[in-house]
């Protein structure tokens, strides 16, 4: 067994509802409950002490759109929220923040505006993580319907130079498919950086979640298994978190 590793549910948002994506494809949609603050309260009771959102029309979109849902789960549970999807500027960030979110994860903007970048780093630190998205190591953007000619692992380097604390890292390939994250590409990304990496994408089972733990990454992002009921997010907790 490695080290105490965080799990962390995700909530995916889109028109209002608590949804999952097939491989980050918008034409593949399983609504779950089309009320995602009764999710969050779900995996509040069952012992989560972290959330992962996602405003998916946001990060289509480049502008946060889910902002009612979102309030109403912050409103509704006492947990840490770490929040992704369309944060393009500033103030798009300052928004977020001000409803009492822990965590930012940014992502396109790593790529497409480094000044961006460097002034939500100056502003808020630790609080700013980078959302890294790969598909066989190279960086997607745009709600991953593009794909760069940038490797994932070059890029934390550099971003970690630039002043970038905690790292989210997902293998698309492996999203939304129960096919078990993929270890040998979180294992390069922490040979690429020193700084807390979260691992998403794949995840299937509590033997996956062990695996992760093992590997000393801070935290792993569970979704669809969760929905699925593949993983029992309690016992998951209980086992890997304690």
């Given at each position: 067994?490695?080290?105490?590793?965080?799990?962390?549910?995700?909530?995916?948002?889109?028109?209002?509802?608590?949804?999952?994506?097939?491989?980050?494809?918008?034409?593949?949609?399983?609504?779950?409950?089309?009320?995602?603050v009764?999710?969050?309260?779900?995996w509040?009771?069952?012992?989560?002490?972290?959330?992962?959102?996602?405003?998916?029309?946001?990060?289509?979109?480049?502008q946060?759109?889910n902002?009612?849902?979102?309030?109403?789960?912050?409103?509704?549970?006492?947990?840490h929220?770490?929040?992704?999807?369309?944060m393009?500027?500033?103030?798009?960030?300052?928004?977020?923040?001000?409803l009492?979110?822990?965590?930012?994860?940014?992502?396109t903007?790593?790529?497409?505006d480094?000044?961006?970048?460097?002034?939500?780093?100056q502003?808020?630190?630790?609080?700013?993580?980078?959302g890294?998205?790969?598909?066989?190591?190279?960086?997607?953007?745009?709600?991953?319907?593009?794909?760069?000619?940038?490797?994932?692992?070059?890029?934390?380097?550099?971003?970690?130079?630039?002043?970038?604390?905690?790292?989210?890292?997902?293998?698309?390939?492996?999203?939304?498919?129960?096919?078990?994250?993929?270890?040998?590409?979180i294992?390069?990304?922490?040979?690429?950086?020193s700084?807390?990496?979260?691992?998403?994408?794949?995840?299937?089972?509590?033997?996956?979640?062990?695996?992760?733990?093992?590997?000393?990454?801070e935290?792993?992002?569970?979704?669809?298994?969760?929905?699925?009921?593949?993983?029992d997010?309690a016992?998951?907790?209980?086992?890997i978190?304690?």
């Amino acid at each position: 067994m490695g080290e105490r590793m965080i799990v962390l549910p995700a909530i995916d948002i889109k028109d209002g509802q608590c949804v999952r994506l097939y491989q980050g494809d918008y034409g593949q949609v399983t609504t779950y409950d089309a009320d995602p603050v009764r999710v969050a309260r779900r995996w509040q009771a069952a012992g989560a002490s972290w959330l992962h959102v996602v405003d998916l029309d946001g990060a289509a979109l480049g502008q946060p759109v889910n902002v009612e849902a979102i309030e109403q789960i912050r409103a509704a549970t006492s947990l840490h929220i770490e929040l992704g999807g369309g944060m393009r500027s500033l103030e798009h960030i300052e928004r977020m923040m001000a409803l009492g979110i822990d965590r930012i994860v940014l992502g396109t903007v790593a790529l497409t505006d480094r000044v961006l970048l460097e002034q939500a780093l100056q502003h808020w630190g630790e609080r700013i993580a980078l959302g890294l998205d790969a598909r066989d190591g190279w960086v997607a953007i745009a709600g991953w319907r593009e794909t760069s000619r940038v490797q994932a692992t070059a890029l934390a380097t550099e971003l970690s130079a630039l002043g970038v604390r905690r790292f989210i890292y997902t293998d698309i390939a492996r999203d939304g498919v129960l096919g078990g994250p993929n270890l040998d590409a979180i294992r390069e990304m922490q040979r690429a950086t020193s700084h807390p990496l979260i691992a998403s994408g794949g995840v299937a089972s509590l033997a996956d979640l062990r695996s992760l733990a093992a590997l000393g990454v801070e935290g792993a992002i569970v979704g669809k298994a969760i929905y699925t009921g593949d993983v029992d997010l309690a016992v998951a907790i209980q086992e890997i978190e304690r």
